[in-house]
């Protein structure tokens, strides 16, 4: 059988994790009372352990009895709670409910002990109950603020649908409105947003499907009534308009010269900038599908938070019950009874707020997205969750077995061929081509390699994902991926293998090929694998996991577009990604290079290299990873206005300098591009490894609870990974001076030095994700974020 504790935790909303019942640190005071129980023989009381045995005895033959006579008679004396078996109990303990005196304040438990239970235990015991009481307070008091702010949601969604039925209304009319007309009383426009919206309510209210009263929403809805009364000359109905807040290079050009305008304008004084007006909006098809979706999302992500709080009403009713049981089985008392009646009568317990307004929710849904189908609107308004299909399980030990097989084939075969393939052929030179065909290492090993480093990464995502998912880091919600189509990890590491298998024995077969025919044309077949990937991400149909490959490729083009998109954690997260490929994309273009030009056919890597438009295109690839996460930060500072985004910006302009300073010293080997070099790799590598360790990751606080670490920790037993992740992190930071030395560290040649240390990047990057998203979920804990944010299509325009 599972433990409370272990069930507890298994089903606690994490970002929600500290305002819980605490319930390890109340199962330690009732530890602290079972020793003073048990150090105290002498302590004697109506509750004792032996005193209860006896009656237990007593009463379970009485039970036996009455089991054989008659069941009801047997079941009403086991329906008997012990407290009114043990009378003497009864009076152990008071719970007294003190009313807020001031406005904004809530309701407060506290416990009075009687004198049976003030003996010689007494004061573990009044520790026990003033946790106890912190504990219902708080759990009390979370629950109420949660239904006040999910109550002025949904009243916001109610307004937000209100005004939807206008603009149905007024495309089924073919109008137009303007925005400023809508604040004109005396307009007598027919199809504005504030009298449209009125006939919406009417036919809303003529439908009574808002179940909620006022007495029962409490002061958030009436709050709410008096704001639209106030705003709007007296009407409930506050004036909006429609304002998809499309986030495009267009619009984000077109929001900052329209900002510079207005500025010019107020220069000119109020008059001038008063008259220039707004522009009409037409209502078009597009916007009306446009606003649905964005209503559809704000319903799911309510729905999903109402959720959320009625399973933790739930869950804390157990563990108050649950953690009373365990303190009466500890000290003998019955206290059990008494105290979770004040449980069961308070606000979490009693409230019925959470339920009427999920019903409320899917009432208003069904009328407006699904014509009144409410099991339809139901099942679009709950989470989907994935089904574990063993099909995924049996392939990725299929293909893993695979491509372990090919890579063994392939490393004996290329060991065979060890002469022939790393070393210079002997043969004579092709007419007209002075130097000899180069090694298979220069030019099919680049080809590899970009797919290996591609494919090592998924496998580190993959991890990733398994080790989130283990922890209960919620990284689908902070990637803002839609409910049910992420990917798990067997998924990941299965298509990741399927990968494997496919490069591996592609490089099988063309080895094999090698030794049958001298043809330059087979030097093609290794490309394949990066084709078949690239096919596979830019599939139109809906297969392959479509959402998942739609899902990056705009992740991509908001990062290549930086800084014309607002900044998202999954766009840094890809631009970090990136800045671990740079060798993958430095490959990349020596293989466009390699088999546009055509130069695979007479095996001539060295026309490549000294081509000064590859050597262009190798600067830019290599910096450009840097660039937009540049550009990135510059956005999110002037978005935030937070200087730590500056700081972070300039640790990408001193890294990318560093690179180019790098790549500059590799072509001219120069003593001043040297000392360049280092001094910037340097003070790049500094600044990296303590934005990694003390930004990213939270760590090296010296004075937290877990010292050098930080006070919250996902993993608290298992401190040393943290250690060790931090001395990797530093080590695999300083690779870059790998490429100053050249050293090859016992491998056959440069080219596997630079694959090797590149694969080690890949890792670190991998490690570091893990820890960098646990950061990250740390922060929505202390802000207790569990649900998005989702923008609202209708904007009031006394808020504008």
Same mark, same amino acid.
């Given at each position: 059988?599972?433990?409370?504790?272990?069930?507890?935790e298994?089903?606690?909303?994490?970002?929600?994790?500290?305002?819980y019942?605490?319930?390890?640190?109340?199962k330690?005071?009732?530890?602290?009372?079972?020793? $003073?129980?048990a150090? *105290?023989?002498s302590?004697?009381?109506?509750g004792?352990?032996?005193f209860t045995?006896?009656i237990t005895?007593k009463?379970?033959?009485?039970?036996?009895?009455?089991?054989?006579?008659t069941?009801?008679?047997?079941?009403?004396?086991r329906s008997?709670?012990?407290?009114?078996r043990?009378r003497?109990?009864?009076e152990?303990?008071?719970?007294?409910r003190?009313?807020?005196t001031?406005?904004?304040?809530?309701e407060?438990?506290?416990?009075?002990?009687s004198?049976?239970?003030?003996?010689?235990?007494?004061f573990?015991i009044?520790?026990?109950?003033?946790?106890?009481?912190?504990?219902?307070?708080? &759990?009390?008091?979370f629950?109420?603020?949660?239904e006040? @702010?999910?109550?002025?949601?949904?009243e916001?969604?109610?307004q937000?649908?209100?005004?939807?039925?206008?603009?149905?209304?007024i495309?089924k009319?073919?109008?137009?409105?303007?925005?400023?007309?809508?604040t004109e009383?005396d307009?007598?426009?027919?199809?504005?947003?504030s009298?449209?919206v009125? #006939?919406a309510?009417?036919?809303?209210?003529?439908?009574?499907?808002?179940k909620?009263?006022?007495n029962?929403?409490?002061? $958030?809805?009436?709050?709410?009534?008096h704001d639209?009364?106030? #705003?709007?000359?007296? *009407?409930?109905?506050p004036?909006?308009?429609?304002?998809i807040?499309?986030?495009?290079?267009?619009?984000a050009i077109?929001s900052?010269?329209?900002?510079?305008?207005? /500025?010019?304008?107020?220069?000119?004084?109020?008059?001038?900038?008063?008259?220039?007006?707004e522009?009409?909006?037409?209502?078009?098809?597009k916007?009306?599908?446009a $606003?649905?979706?964005?209503?559809?999302?704000?319903?799911?992500?309510?729905y999903?938070?109402?959720?959320?709080l009625?399973?933790?009403?739930?869950?804390?009713?157990?563990?108050?019950?649950?953690?009373?049981?365990?303190?009466?089985?500890?000290?003998?008392?019955?206290t +059990?009874?008494?105290?979770?009646?004040?449980?069961?009568l308070? %606000?979490?317990?009693t409230?019925?707020?959470?339920i009427?307004?999920?019903?409320?929710?899917?009432?208003?849904?069904a009328?407006?997205?699904?014509?009144d189908?409410? *099991?339809?609107?139901?099942?679009?308004?709950?989470?989907?969750?994935k089904?574990?299909?063993?099909?995924v399980?049996?392939?990725?030990?299929?293909?893993?077995?695979?491509?372990?097989?090919?890579?063994t084939?392939?490393a004996?075969?290329?060991?065979a061929?060890?002469?022939?393939y790393?070393?210079?052929?002997?043969?004579?030179?092709?007419?007209?081509?002075?130097?000899q065909?180069d090694?298979y290492?220069r030019?099919?090993f680049p080809?590899?390699?970009i797919s $290996?480093?591609?494919?090592?990464?998924?496998?580190?995502?993959?991890?990733n994902?398994y080790?989130? !998912?283990?922890?209960?880091?919620n990284?689908?919600?902070?990637? /803002?991926?839609?409910?049910g189509? @992420?990917?798990?990890h067997?998924?990941?590491?299965? &298509?990741?293998?399927?990968?494997?298998?496919?490069?591996?024995?592609?490089?099988?077969?063309?080895?094999?090929?090698h030794g049958?025919?001298?043809?330059?044309?087979?030097?093609?077949?290794?490309?394949s694998?990066?084709?078949l990937?690239?096919?596979v991400?830019?599939f139109?149909f809906?297969?392959?996991?479509?959402? *998942?490959?739609i899902?990056?490729?705009?992740?991509?083009i %908001?990062?290549?577009?930086?800084?014309?998109?607002k900044v998202?954690?999954k766009?840094?997260?890809?631009?970090?990604?990136?800045? !671990?490929? &740079?060798?993958m994309?430095?490959?990349?273009?020596f293989?466009?290079?390699?088999?546009t030009?055509?130069?695979f056919k007479q095996? /001539?890597?060295?026309?490549? &290299?000294?081509?000064?438009?590859?050597?262009?295109?190798i600067m830019?690839?290599?910096?450009?990873?840097?660039?937009?996460r540049?550009?990135?930060?510059?956005?999110?500072y002037?978005?935030?206005?937070?200087?730590?985004?500056m700081?972070?910006?300039?640790k990408?302009?001193i890294t990318?300098?560093?690179?180019?300073?790098?790549?500059?010293?590799?072509?001219?080997?120069?003593?001043?591009?040297f000392?360049l070099?280092i001094?910037?790799?340097v003070?790049a590598?500094?600044?990296q490894?303590?934005?990694?360790l003390?930004v /990213?990751?939270?760590?090296?606080?010296?004075r937290?609870?877990?010292?050098w670490?930080?006070?919250? +920790?996902?993993?608290?037993?298992?401190?040393?990974?943290?250690f060790?992740?931090?001395?990797?992190?530093v080590?695999?930071?300083?690779a870059?001076a790998?490429?100053?030395?050249?050293?090859?560290?016992?491998l056959?040649?440069?080219?596997?030095?630079?694959?090797?240390?590149?694969c080690?990047?890949v890792?670190?990057?991998?490690?570091?994700?893990?820890?960098?998203? @646990?950061?990250e979920?740390?922060?929505n804990?202390g802000?207790?974020?569990?649900?998005?944010?989702v923008?609202?299509p209708?904007v009031?325009? @006394?808020?504008?």
């Amino acid at each position: 059988m599972v433990k409370f504790g272990k069930e507890l935790e298994a089903q606690l909303v994490q970002e929600w994790r500290s305002a819980y019942v605490d319930y390890k640190q109340l199962k330690r005071k009732i530890a602290a009372v079972k020793e $003073a129980v048990a150090d *105290s023989p002498s302590v004697k009381h109506p509750g004792s352990k032996n005193f209860t045995r006896q009656i237990t005895r007593k009463v379970s033959k009485v039970q036996d009895s009455f089991v054989t006579a008659t069941g009801r008679a047997a079941d009403f004396l086991r329906s008997r709670p012990i407290s009114r078996r043990l009378r003497q109990n009864e009076e152990l303990l008071k719970v007294e409910r003190i009313d807020p005196t001031e406005e904004g304040k809530y309701e407060e438990y506290t416990t009075e002990l009687s004198d049976v239970l003030r003996g010689s235990l007494g004061f573990k015991i009044g520790l026990f109950f003033a946790q106890l009481d912190g504990e219902f307070n708080k &759990v009390n008091h979370f629950c109420m603020n949660k239904e006040k @702010e999910f109550v002025s949601q949904f009243e916001t969604l109610r307004q937000q649908v209100e005004a939807l039925e206008d603009i149905r209304v007024i495309l089924k009319q073919g109008g137009s409105y303007h925005p400023a007309a809508a604040t004109e009383s005396d307009s007598g426009r027919s199809n504005t947003i504030s009298e449209a919206v009125e #006939r919406a309510t009417e036919r809303l209210a003529s439908r009574q499907d808002l179940k909620i009263e006022m007495n029962e929403l409490g002061p $958030a809805r009436e709050k709410s009534d008096h704001d639209s009364s106030s #705003r709007g000359g007296g *009407s409930n109905k506050p004036h909006m308009r429609l304002q998809i807040p499309v986030d495009t290079p267009r619009t984000a050009i077109k929001s900052v010269t329209q900002s510079l305008w207005e /500025d010019l304008l107020k220069l000119g004084g109020p008059e001038n900038f008063s008259s220039g007006g707004e522009a009409g909006f037409t209502v078009t098809k597009k916007n009306v599908r446009a $606003a649905e979706k964005m209503l559809k999302d704000a319903f799911q992500e309510l729905y999903r938070g109402l959720g959320l709080l009625k399973s933790y009403c739930s869950l804390n009713g157990i563990a108050f019950w649950k953690i009373l049981k365990k303190f009466d089985k500890a000290s003998g008392y019955r206290t +059990l009874d008494i105290y979770i009646k004040a449980v069961e009568l308070s %606000h979490f317990s009693t409230s019925k707020t959470t339920i009427t307004l999920l019903e409320n929710l899917e009432e208003l849904y069904a009328k407006t997205f699904t014509k009144d189908d409410h *099991s339809k609107a139901r099942n679009q308004l709950r989470l989907v969750k994935k089904k574990a299909s063993h099909k995924v399980t049996f392939f990725l030990g299929l293909f893993t077995g695979g491509s372990v097989a090919f890579l063994t084939i392939f490393a004996v075969l290329l060991n065979a061929n060890r002469d022939h393939y790393i070393r210079p052929n002997s043969a004579p030179a092709p007419p007209g081509q002075p130097q000899q065909p180069d090694s298979y290492l220069r030019t099919i090993f680049p080809v590899f390699s970009i797919s $290996a480093l591609i494919i090592l990464h998924m496998f580190m995502y993959g991890f990733n994902v398994y080790f989130w !998912s283990k922890w209960r880091i919620n990284f689908a919600f902070m990637f /803002d991926m839609r409910q049910g189509t @992420e990917l798990r990890h067997p998924e990941i590491l299965m &298509v990741a293998s399927v990968l494997l298998t496919i490069l591996m024995a592609v490089l099988v077969g063309q080895l094999t090929l090698h030794g049958v025919s001298d043809s330059p044309y087979v030097d093609l077949i290794p490309l394949s694998v990066f084709m078949l990937m690239v096919v596979v991400l830019l599939f139109p149909f809906n297969m392959f996991k479509r959402s *998942s490959r739609i899902f990056f490729i705009t992740t991509f083009i %908001h990062l290549s577009l930086a800084p014309f998109y607002k900044v998202l954690l999954k766009d840094f997260f890809l631009g970090d990604q990136l800045t !671990s490929q &740079v060798p993958m994309l430095r490959d990349l273009v020596f293989t466009l290079c390699y088999y546009t030009g055509g130069f695979f056919k007479q095996r /001539d890597a060295d026309r490549c &290299v000294t081509n000064e438009t590859y050597r262009a295109f190798i600067m830019i690839v290599s910096l450009i990873p840097y660039w937009w996460r540049f550009l990135q930060c510059l956005r999110r500072y002037f978005e935030e206005h937070d200087p730590l985004q500056m700081q972070n910006a300039g640790k990408y302009l001193i890294t990318a300098i560093a690179v180019a300073l790098r790549i500059q010293y590799m072509r001219y080997r120069n003593l001043i591009l040297f000392v360049l070099h280092i001094v910037a790799s340097v003070i790049a590598t500094i600044f990296q490894t303590y934005w990694d360790l003390c930004v /990213d990751w939270g760590l090296l606080h010296k004075r937290s609870k877990n010292k050098w670490l930080r006070d919250s +920790l996902i993993m608290p037993k298992a401190k040393f990974w943290y250690f060790l992740s931090i001395i990797v992190n530093v080590i695999l930071r300083l690779a870059w001076a790998q490429s100053i030395t050249r050293f090859r560290f016992g491998l056959p040649d440069i080219q596997v030095a630079d694959f090797t240390f590149a694969c080690l990047e890949v890792i670190r990057r991998g490690i570091w994700n893990f820890y960098r998203m @646990e950061n990250e979920h740390l922060n929505n804990v202390g802000k207790y974020r569990a649900t998005k944010t989702v923008p609202l299509p209708f904007v009031r325009l @006394e808020d504008e």
